[in-house]
């Protein structure tokens, strides 16, 4: 069958089941926005406001659904504003294809109208990067494209193609696009693996051994879909398990061996105890430097085992004693007929002595406080209590992003979403919009913005009227950027330099989008209004406005060892 190159790249994302493309078009794409025209009851396309914004939504439905998100943007600065996205992506593991279009292949180089060389810029933050100049290349190299992002490590990849690519003609062969090919990529850690039998059995006999083990989940565990067969090792060993912050809701928080989050802003119990452990299980997780603290005090007292899917993470910033490059379901898998049941009563118990002591100095007064103004806190616990730890929290970067890690209970997968590695300041709105548009009336998506985070991306509030779908913003407004703002308090001398910020009416500006809201300044008037915002059936942002130089604890401060956390700090 002969069809252009531009109806080839639409029969090729249909043939990948794509069903959603965040874009925005332009010249050197409309060829490929033509043939879109046409294919419209097949792939809906979400017309964003912003590039950056196309990168962020698909992040949020990759996120939300563990399929592989897909972008589409015009050449030159349509192109370039993917950038930052794509970084995010690219450091958080998060599986996309960004399609670009360019100048036509007889113009490149020559500077031309809207030309950037989208592959040189974008190459040390994708997975795979490639330019198509010649359109019967188009359905092998998307099948390429897909497989490679979703594939081992999961992570962005980019595909430039040229306008005349778009335009020329090929005979297009489905089975091109909907065949297995040689692009999967073979796991050199596969269950009959000698080495790799001989360390899960290694990996297990230090676990049955150990007297103080702690489990850490990261991310990866959601990725290879591991969460069941992680509560069965730590139910069947009494192992606790804490969380890195993108492995949020990766183990449910009312479970009696969830022990918190770890981190700069973690829990005290898990910080401390992590640092005593005689074994460590660390899961898709890569030892991030807001995990480890100074890593020159770090598990000292520990054997570690890492299982990693990402061989070039193994021994990267940590050392370890045992390694299982592998996806984390099947090591797990695997590892499970060799672990004995125990109980670890002794070492439990110092989890709930260290949380108690949390408790009473920090966790009470944030979720409870008897005077003075709204605490985020109170807010994230009280919304928590409301939707049974059941929805998806999409939280901004700053301090109500710590408040909503720390306060909201995770009961179900997949229910954080969060800019993590790159921490991305504008992240939220669009990504929940993503995570909406790929989860539908299933689970509640409910984004937590600071003010200073909302004014990033605050126009992609016209996608959701568009869109005619439903996501929940409450926006934290302390009238500061908070988290730099605490740093500023903390460490230099309260000289709050360019901190203190001024927003529009968010209310005035909702309403110009169509999207119904309110504002609570007065406690007594927070759970009415969250009752309201949860009914509404339609988009709703709810503006609260919290204490103003509120501070996050307990804190890691900066060059400090995970076991010196800090749970308040002397003014």
């Known amino acids: 069958m002969k069809i252009t190159g531009a109806q080839a790249i639409i029969k090729s994302l249909i043939a990948e089941d794509c069903k959603f493309i965040f874009g925005y078009p332009g010249g050197a794409i409309m060829p490929t926005y033509d043939a879109l025209f046409d294919k419209k009851r097949d792939i809906h396309h979400i017309l964003v406001r912003h590039e950056q914004g196309a990168v962020h939504s698909a992040v949020g439905f990759a996120r939300a659904t563990n399929k592989v998100g897909v972008v589409i943007a015009t050449s030159g600065p349509g192109a370039t504003n993917l950038v930052t996205g794509i970084a995010d992506a690219f450091i958080d593991s998060v599986p996309l294809v960004c399609i670009t279009g360019q100048v036509a292949s007889h113009l490149l180089g020559s500077d031309a109208f809207q030309e950037a060389d989208i592959l040189s810029i974008t190459m040390p933050i994708t997975k795979w990067s490639c330019q198509i100049i010649h359109a019967h290349e188009i359905p092998s190299i998307i099948r390429k494209a897909f497989t490679i992002a979703s594939e081992g490590r999961k992570g962005p990849v980019l595909i430039d193609i040229t306008k005349d690519a778009q335009i020329n003609s090929l005979i297009y062969d489905d089975q091109v696009s909907s065949g297995l090919n040689e692009y999967i990529v073979k796991n050199s850690t596969l269950s009959k693996d000698l080495r790799f039998i001989e360390e899960i059995k290694e990996s297990a006999k230090l676990i049955n051994n150990a007297r103080r083990p702690i489990i850490i989940a990261g991310q990866g565990v959601m990725a290879a879909k591991a969460e069941e067969i992680l509560k069965k090792i730590a139910q069947k060993a009494n192992i606790p398990v804490v969380n890195t912050l993108l492995g949020l809701s990766s183990f449910p928080n009312p479970h009696p061996l969830y022990k918190g989050m770890l981190g700069m802003h973690g829990n005290y119990s898990s910080n401390l105890l992590c640092n005593k452990s005689d074994v460590v299980l660390a899961i898709g997780m890569r030892f991030d430097d807001r995990v480890t603290g100074n890593l020159s005090k770090y598990l000292k007292e520990s054997k570690i085992i890492h299982i990693e899917i990402d061989i070039s993470e ?148 016209a996608v959701l009227n568009q869109e005619q779908i439903s996501v929940k913003i409450i926006i934290l407004n302390n009238n500061y950027l908070g988290m730099v703002r605490q740093w500023q308090q903390m460490f230099y001398e309260k000289r709050y330099s360019s901190t203190e910020i001024s927003s529009p009416d968010f209310i005035k500006l909702a309403e110009a989008y169509g999207i119904k809201s309110d504002r609570v300044s007065n406690r007594e008037h927070v759970s009415t209004a969250l009752d309201k915002m949860l009914n509404c059936s339609s988009s709703y942002l709810l503006e609260i406005m919290v204490e103003k130089q509120d501070n996050v604890f307990p804190m890691v401060p900066q060059g400090a060892s995970i076991s010196e956390t800090l749970l308040y700090h002397e003014a």
């Open 314 to 461: 193994i021994n990267k910033n940590v050392k370890v004693d045992y390694f299982i490059n592998s996806d984390a379901k099947k090591a797990l898998e695997a590892m499970f007929p060799y672990i004995e049941s125990n109980k670890h009563e002794k070492w439990l118990s110092q989890f709930d002595i260290l949380h108690k002591k949390e408790e009473e100095i920090v966790i009470n007064d944030e979720i409870y406080p008897k005077k003075g103004k709204i605490r985020m806190a109170e807010v994230v616990f009280m919304l928590s209590n409301k939707t049974k730890g059941k929805a998806i929290i999409v939280s901004d970067v700053g301090q109500h992003q710590m408040i909503a890690a720390r306060y909201y209970k995770f009961h179900r997968s997949n229910g954080h979403i969060s800019s993590g590695g790159l921490g991305t300041m504008g992240f939220a709105l669009p990504a929940a919009i993503g995570a909406k548009i790929g989860v539908g009336n299933k689970r509640e998506v409910i984004s937590i913005i600071g003010d200073g985070s909302f004014q990033m991306n605050l126009q992609e509030l």
